[in-house]
């Protein structure tokens, strides 16, 4: 069973607060993504990380940012929330070699106000 | 333009009845491909997968079968279980660049008693 955990779950704030969603892994992996999911639609890669000090934005433009300072750890924040960030943002991390399967955490409800 | 599609976004099968779930795909540069379950509240679980120098790959009551040909690629469920009702995404990826996931929208499957 994968080890990677996403708090918090669920987070309703107003317009304009700075947000952190936190994301570690336990399992030693490289590889790190944010996704962010819309209700009935497909995952959109937003940010990924190849390892500690490596960040790359992905296929969806994002108005977050995230940080990798530790392997274990991979952060993502929004420095000034909007209605339009409200989603569902799911976390994964992976082994570096293709072929390999990414393992999601649980994700973060986040409603703007 | 989706890369990875889910035209059925809805499928009830009998409990000990068949599931079979179907992917089509446009990428001919994809070379992995995934099945996640992914229950509400929870972020997807990866099931099984399978690399395009393969046509079949098999784990318990779950097939995952390659068409490359037609570009296609289904997930058998057999016999389906009332557990089993979830939402199930195809994903691929492609040994070039990033090897990132490329998602389809999910089926929900509704396994009943």
């Known amino acids: 069973e994968a080890d990677i955990y996403q708090t918090p779950r669920y987070l309703v704030i107003g317009t304009g607060k700075k947000i952190t969603l936190e994301c570690s892994q336990t399992m030693g992996h490289d590889k790190m993504y944010w996704y962010q999911q819309d209700p009935g639609m497909e995952l959109h890669l937003i940010h990924y990380s190849y390892g500690v000090n490596s960040t790359e934005k992905g296929d969806l433009s994002s108005e977050s940012t995230v940080s990798r300072i530790r392997t274990e750890h991979f952060p993502l924040t929004l420095e000034s929330a909007r209605p339009s960030h409200t989603s569902q943002y799911l976390c994964a991390s992976g082994f570096g070699g293709h072929n390999q399967p990414q393992h999601f955490g649980d994700g973060t409800r986040l409603s703007i106000l | 333009d989706q890369q990875v599609k889910q035209n059925s976004p809805s499928l009830s099968v009998q409990e000990g009845r068949i599931s079979i779930l179907n992917c089509d795909y446009t990428n001919s540069m994809f070379d992995y491909f995934l099945w996640y379950k992914k229950y509400p509240a929870e972020g997807p679980t990866f099931l099984i997968s399978?690399?395009?120098?393969?046509d079949k790959n098999e784990d318990g009551r779950f097939t995952v079968f390659l068409n490359k040909s037609a570009k296609h690629l289904s997930l058998h469920i057999v016999p389906s279980q009332p557990g089993d009702s979830a939402v199930y995404f195809c994903a691929a990826s492609a040994r070039t660049g990033f090897q990132k996931l490329v998602f389809g929208t999910g089926t929900r499957l509704l396994v009943s008693p």
């Open positions: 399978i690399s395009s120098i393969k």
